[in-house]
């Protein structure tokens, strides 16, 4: 049971990783996106 424990536990830290990962590439997309439709709004 408590190797089942510290399974789910690692699985749940795993996903944070990954969670707080995605979130700031999608940080960084979203950054970088406004950077250039504001050099192509601009022309």
Request: proline share 0%.
């Amino acid at each position: 049971m408590a190797q089942n424990d510290v399974k789910e536990a690692t699985i749940k830290t795993v996903i944070d990783v990954v969670a707080e990962r995605e979130k700031k590439r999608h940080d960084w997309i979203e950054d970088y996106l406004n950077r250039n439709l504001n050099i192509y709004t601009k022309k």
